[in-house]
């Protein structure tokens, strides 16, 4: 299973970017579907959650307010719409499934660099 991650880049100060995670081969709305980020010389932590269904979404407070999560369960894609960047928002995002069953994947991350 491959989540295949895409949206990442180099953006201004208070710019945005979107992030999006899709797979092919997941059953995808049995999966819970998180993001996760890791800035340099840190540990991994948590940025967002959104249940299977969509109807219920979590956040970081670092990021709530500013970061919206959604997903498209036809599509098999997870996207983090990320607004009001700041220079502290810099790192590797990714996404992360995981079922009822304990199941998990984690995307192989992408970049977010925010930089004037």
């Known amino acids: 299973v491959e989540l295949v991650q895409s949206g990442g880049g180099l953006v201004q100060p208070g710019g945005s970017l979107r992030l999006s995670c899709v797979t092919s081969?997941?059953?995808?709305?049995?999966?819970?579907m998180n993001w996760y980020r890791q800035a340099p010389g840190k540990g991994r932590e948590f940025v967002a959650r959104?249940?299977?269904?969509?109807?219920?979404?979590d956040y970081a407070g670092s990021v709530k307010g500013r970061f919206t999560i959604s997903r498209d369960n036809a599509k098999k894609a997870v996207y983090l719409q990320m607004n009001s960047l700041r220079p502290e928002d810099t790192a590797m995002y990714y996404c992360?499934?995981?079922?009822?069953?304990?199941?998990?994947?984690w995307g192989g991350g992408t970049l977010v660099t925010v930089s004037s």
């Open positions: 959104i249940t299977t269904t969509g109807s219920t979404t």
């Open positions: 081969r997941l059953a995808f709305s049995y999966y819970e």
């Open positions: 992360y499934a995981k079922n009822s069953h304990g199941v998990d994947y």
